[in-house]
């Protein structure tokens, strides 16, 4: 049975734009976690459409007799994330060995950004195509922002230099594009040290699943993804699991049925169990073109290798 310490962990999965099969994701991960031996409480805050959850857990929707009973797993709506309601809601009703599981739905970037950085762990998804991919970018973006801002606001605090540092100056800076610039020049802006600047925006991992990959390439470019985001941004994101397409278990989506149950023989179900995994045990996927397998619908993939991460509740991975 997996174990997880440290209180009852939020990990809030979400992308920068719908339709990459987050919800999806949720409701999969969370059936396979409680199969381990978790109690999974899985908080709704998509209030915009609303069911979807429900109707993937086998628990509303239209057709919820199609799935078998869920022991361990719990559904909760409405809820927002980065609240004491929802801390003493999972402390109450989730007991240790528990997790939450957050789908915040798809907002505007700052909102998507904010809820990642409630969290105990932020999971961002994406799929190959390019609007999922800028989507994505959007939301790092925003979250660099806020890591920046939340530093210059405790430096102020400690150099009483207010006229310097501080969120109105950060947004002055922002482009056209509403984006900082690149953490060398920030830091030349602003009248910090590079260093500090880049320790604190790389101090907390972000990690990325990408799904949706049909073919081993879809993989090395997340990883690269990954690598300009670093760059761009100063954060430290992690690619953790690529998730395969699978037509018979989108064809269930389509149909809105449950998706939770066990044994749909297909990639699907190993894709899920091994992104629970690396989820569990900090492990990332390799750099692209090194040997191994990532369960991607068969297709090669890169390398699984060991990686000190975020694991769950903030620890530090095996």
Same mark, same amino acid.
């Given at each position: ?12 999965? #979400? ?11 949720? #409701? ?35 057709? +919820?007799?199609? #799935? ?11 809820? +927002? ?22 789908? +915040? ?24 195509? !390019?609007? @999922? ?15 920046? @801002? ?31 610039? !690149? ?9 910090? +040290? @590079? ?30 993804? #990954? ?55 900090? =492990?990332?996927?390799? !750099? ?19 990686? =000190? ?10």
């Amino acid at each position: 049975m997996a174990k997880i310490r440290g209180g009852i962990p939020i990990w809030t999965i #979400a992308s920068g734009k719908g339709g990459v099969g987050v919800s999806v994701l949720v #409701a999969s991960l969370a059936a396979e976690m409680a199969r381990r031996g978790l109690e999974v409480r899985v908080a709704d805050h998509d209030a915009r459409r609303g069911g979807d959850l429900g109707t993937y857990l086998g628990k509303g929707g239209l057709r +919820p007799a199609a #799935a078998p009973p869920l022991p361990g797993v719990s559904l909760a709506a409405g809820v +927002p994330v980065g609240t004491g309601a929802l801390r003493r809601g999972a402390a109450a009703l989730v007991p240790v060995p528990g997790l939450v599981l957050v789908d +915040p739905g798809t907002r505007h970037p700052g909102r998507t950004a904010a809820e990642l950085e409630a969290a105990d762990r932020p999971i961002l998804v994406l799929t190959p195509e !390019p609007a @999922a991919v800028e989507g994505a970018s959007r939301v790092l973006a925003e979250v660099a922002l806020l890591r920046t @801002a939340r530093w210059l606001d405790a430096r102020r605090r400690r150099d009483r230099d207010g006229d310097l540092l501080g969120r109105a100056r950060l947004d002055a800076l922002r482009g056209a594009d509403g984006w900082l610039p !690149p953490p060398g020049r920030l830091a030349a802006a602003l009248g910090v +040290p @590079a260093h500090d600047l880049l320790l604190e925006l790389g101090r907390r991992p972000i990690d990325l699943v990408v799904n949706q990959v049909r073919r081993a390439d879809d993989v090395g470019a997340a990883g690269q993804f #990954a690598q300009v985001a670093m760059e761009r941004f100063g954060l430290a994101p992690r690619l953790r699991g690529a998730v395969g397409h699978d037509e018979r278990m989108w064809i269930a989506v389509r149909k809105r049925l449950p998706v939770t149950a066990s044994g749909w023989g297909t990639t699907w179900d190993d894709d899920i169990r091994d992104l629970a995994d690396r989820l569990l045990t900090g =492990r990332d996927v390799g !750099p692209a073109g090194t040997d191994g397998t990532v369960g991607t619908a068969g297709s090669p993939a890169p390398a699984v290798q060991d990686a =000190r991460g975020s694991a769950p509740g903030g620890k530090e991975g095996p």
